[in-house]
């Protein structure tokens, strides 16, 4: 298993930008895909953006394509969520999560392939 810590989440006025980070601590992070879902008080959660393990596939849910970028710097064992232009129903608590195979081919955004959660992390924006 994998510990995952996120920060940098909080309150932003709409149009305004976060950066979240996720820390990675335990297994070599670095051979696995990291991944970022989040759930929004009464919704299920879902899929934000994922990044392969070597960084360089990524790929970003359709909502936030274009305002959001995932980003992984190996040699931090950190994943990056940098959220840009920022809408009141991005608000939701953002989830980073690392995938239970290594060194994966493919890259997935599938929930079920992730085994490793952070706690979480609150995302409000006001309009």
């Known amino acids: 298993q994998v510990q995952l810590v996120e920060s940098g989440g909080g309150l932003v006025h709409a149009g305004g930008s976060l950066r979240l980070s996720c820390a990675a601590s335990g297994r070599t992070f670095s051979r696995y895909t990291a991944g970022w879902f989040r759930q929004a008080p009464g919704k299920e959660r879902e899929f934000v953006a994922a990044?392969?393990?070597?960084?360089?596939?990524?790929s970003i849910a359709d909502p936030v394509k274009g305002r959001f970028t995932i980003s992984r710097d190996n040699a931090k064992n950190t994943v990056y969520l940098q959220m840009n232009s920022l809408k009141p129903e991005d608000t939701a608590v953002y989830y980073c999560?690392?995938?239970?195979?290594?060194?994966?081919?493919?890259?997935?955004?599938?929930?079920?392939?992730?085994?490793?959660w952070g706690q979480g992390t609150q995302v409000t924006v006001s309009s």
């Open positions: 990044i392969r393990w070597d960084g360089v596939r990524t």
């Open positions: 999560a690392a995938d239970n195979r290594v060194l994966r081919a493919v890259l997935t955004t599938r929930m079920t392939d992730f085994g490793s």
